[in-house]
């Protein structure tokens, strides 16, 4: 299928309840193609920007475009969207729920049974199948409506808050699902507030704090943007007293690797030159990017709400 | 339109598969079976198991009538000699020989009072029974003293009112008076199916929509299907179990004239008035009508329970809301026992046009014959409007309130749902 414009774009976006700003002034624009991350802690105004795009809320002011027109009828059913509730027909057999779900969106009957079992095996539920839903983990019940989600195969996918809830290792498996939807050709736009997946997965990230856009930017370039300058060094052996270095302006030890902060105007290639002049082997000498979660709160002050241990420093 | 059959679909497959559904289904005439069959035997265990009676006659006249016609009713009754002595059969009661005795005396002959004496009251059976026994043989005796005695004991049978239809023959007025009954017995069980379909199924819609408003499932549906196409499905398919429902009740009752009925009356004939009651059962006429009822009322109330489920948060919340409805299903029934009860007025013919009471209202009227055919139209007419209007109202309340989380609109906002929806 042919994407041609904008997959979403936002603008000028305000939505209030009551007395509460849940989301001021936001513009933003998702090209087709791309994994988004829609990032902010909670209550920062994610869900409602989503819902917003689904046209399940309506904004007060601004414009909501899903595949250049409003998000009406014909364009929702484009999408694949796993809403943060998780909703899900408890009382119904895993198996009959997927098959329903496929039907309203389109699928034939037998169509929508195989593509639920070849997606039930994968997702490890194969065993599940005619179980009632409510017999289920969160976690796994989590992964049903995921597969609710890509069922019909629509051309994006907005998943909020897609990882939230799961093990590490079921984490992992739909990272890789997610990535390899994207390699299709499809558009993921995703919410989280764990800045770690956010990094691994998003080719262009928003930050959201406070209801409001804080950076909207392709990642690569942000990082590259917001370098910090520090040098990560590990030496094979005794290390030398690196603090003494002209170059340096500080150092610290993380590990076995020191993070030296450099003099302004000093390029990192100097630092070889010293260790050369050292005499010490080098195991590892890298050019520290700054965390997401470092932009963050560079940016917007802390998160807070972050339930992601502190990820500063110890890159690979 | 393929996804409003899916929605259907799974809205009847997964409510006929629950165990509600089949205790409700089957539970009802068992239920009805077995609440007839233990009080029978109740009844008849306990007339059963205690019958050693003695009859003392102090009056010489009564007491073989008495034996006999207590011997019909099934006791067992040993005739003492009447120079027994009251002490002897005390005693005997107390021993527990003799469960009680009865004395007839002079009063017993005048005017059919009699003493029973036990450790125990009798039973309200075998008061009745025993008394009714005594009283006709004193009856009997004394009209037996008279000269015109056996005129005197026609007017016990309680007379007769014979109705001479004016312009028919016997056979048409025969047809008529079957027809009545017909009409009658159908008008009320139409009647009662109806009031428990509105009542029961549309409170089903309102718990189906309020559980996928609660549970965010809705949220996934409506990016696939418009919110019309699933209200309608819901609807359809919550109808289609009702239906379903009534359709196994009414197999059951023809199952029951079709075979039980004949079996049972080659088995006993004291069972035959039963046959009769095959010729009573309704015309296919009277069932379409039935559901023509059925749909208009049914769509006009599960619009708007849908509507309310809706609106609300939770159950409560919804349980004040329906109020209302729930009144107006209400109302019509009872004014319809009125009618049942042959306490009908002409007015309540007109009341039976308003759309909201017409299906229990109208349906047994047409089906009895008490309305002319234009009546029936005229309301079959304007309910089908009324459904259309609140189908309408309806459908963009919906549209509005399954997504909105937010309290349970004031009647302004609603107004407004309905406005801009």
């Known amino acids: 299928m042919t994407q041609n414009g904008t997959a979403v774009r936002l603008s000028g976006v305000r939505k209030t309840f009551g007395a509460h700003t849940a989301v001021a002034d936001l513009d933003l624009t998702i090209e087709p193609g791309t994994i988004y991350g829609l990032l902010g802690p909670n209550g920062s105004g994610k869900t409602t920007t989503i819902r917003m795009m689904m046209g399940i809320l309506l904004p007060d002011s601004g414009s909501v475009e899903l595949f250049g027109g409003p998000p009406d009828f014909g364009r929702r059913s484009r999408v694949g969207y796993l809403p943060e509730e998780r909703g899900v027909y408890e009382k119904m057999k895993v198996l009959d729920q997927l098959v329903f779900f496929g039907e309203i969106r389109g699928l034939a009957r037998s169509m929508a049974r195989t593509r639920a079992e070849e997606w039930l095996d994968r997702l490890g539920l194969g065993d599940w199948a005619s179980k009632k839903v409510q017999a289920l983990s969160k976690g796994m019940q989590q992964k049903v409506q995921f597969i609710s989600t890509v069922l019909h195969d629509p051309e994006m996918l907005i998943l909020d808050e897609p990882f939230s809830g799961l093990d590490p290792i079921n984490q992992d498996v739909l990272e890789e699902i997610v990535l390899e939807e994207k390699e299709r050709g499809k558009t993921i736009l995703f919410s989280t507030h764990l800045m770690e997946q956010a990094e691994r997965l998003c080719e262009r990230v928003c930050l959201i704090s406070r209801s409001r856009k804080v950076l909207d930017d392709d990642l690569k370039e942000l990082k590259r943007r917001e370098r910090s300058g520090v040098v990560a060094v590990e030496f094979e052996g005794e290390a030398p007293s690196v603090a003494a270095w002209p170059e340096v302006l500080d150092a610290q030890q993380v590990g076995d690797a020191f993070h030296m902060s450099l003099h302004d105007g000093v390029r990192p290639e100097k630092i070889l030159d010293a260790v050369l002049a050292e005499g010490v082997s080098l195991r590892r000498f890298e050019l520290l990017e700054p965390r997401l979660h470092e932009i963050f709160v560079r940016h917007a002050g802390d998160p807070g709400d972050d339930d992601a241990p502190s990820e500063t420093g110890g890159a690979s | ?421």
């Open chain 2, 1 to 421: 339109m393929k996804q409003v059959w899916s929605v259907i679909r799974r809205e009847y497959v997964e409510r006929v598969k629950t165990r509600a559904f089949i205790l409700s289904t089957l539970g009802m005439p068992l239920l009805m079976i077995g609440i007839m069959a233990v009080v029978g035997f109740v009844a008849f265990l306990s007339e059963q198991s205690e019958r050693q009676i003695a009859l003392i006659d102090l009056n010489g006249q009564l007491g073989e009538r008495v034996q006999q016609a207590l011997d019909r009713a099934g006791y067992d009754v040993e005739l003492a000699a009447p120079e027994t002595s009251a002490e002897d059969l005390d005693q005997q009661v107390l021993d527990e020989e003799l469960e009680a005795y009865v004395v007839l005396d002079d009063t017993t002959a005048s005017e059919a009072v009699f003493r029973y004496r036990s450790k125990e009251p009798p039973g309200s059976v075998r008061s009745q029974l025993m008394r009714s026994a005594v009283v006709e043989e004193v009856v009997d005796l004394r009209l037996g003293q008279l000269e015109d005695g056996e005129s005197v004991r026609r007017l016990f049978e309680g007379g007769s009112l014979e109705y001479e239809p004016v312009g028919l023959d016997e056979e048409e007025a025969e047809e008529a008076e079957a027809e009545r009954i017909t009409g009658m017995i159908t008008g009320i069980a139409g009647g009662l199916i109806l009031y428990i379909m509105m009542l029961a199924y549309g409170a089903q819609t309102l718990q189906s929509v309020l559980e996928e408003k609660q549970s965010r499932v809705v949220e996934l549906v409506i990016s696939s299907l418009r919110p019309w196409q699933l209200m309608l499905g819901k609807i359809v398919g919550v109808g289609a179990v009702g239906l379903t429902q009534v359709a196994i009740w009414i197999a059951c009752v023809a199952l029951l004239a079709g075979l039980a009925l004949p079996s049972l009356i080659a088995a006993a004939s004291d069972f035959e008035e039963l046959a009769e009651f095959r010729q009573y059962l309704p015309g296919p006429g009277a069932v379409l009508l039935l559901v023509v009822f059925f749909l208009l009322g049914y769509f006009l109330y599960s619009s708007l329970f849908a509507a309310v489920g809706a609106m609300c948060r939770n159950l409560q919340e919804a349980g004040q809301t329906q109020a209302p409805l729930i009144v107006l299903i209400i109302v019509p029934f009872m004014l319809q026992m009125m009618t049942f009860q042959g306490n009908s007025m002409p007015w309540m013919n007109w009341v039976a046009l308003f759309p909201f009471f017409s299906p229990i209202m109208m349906y047994p009227r047409a089906v009895m014959g008490d309305v002319p055919a234009w009546m029936v139209a005229v309301s079959i007419v304007l309910m089908a409007l009324t459904v259309w209007g609140a189908a309408w109202v309806a459908g963009r309340i919906y549209k509005v309130g399954i997504l909105s989380q937010g309290n349970r609109p004031s009647p302004r906002e609603l107004l407004r749902w309905i406005r801009e929806a």
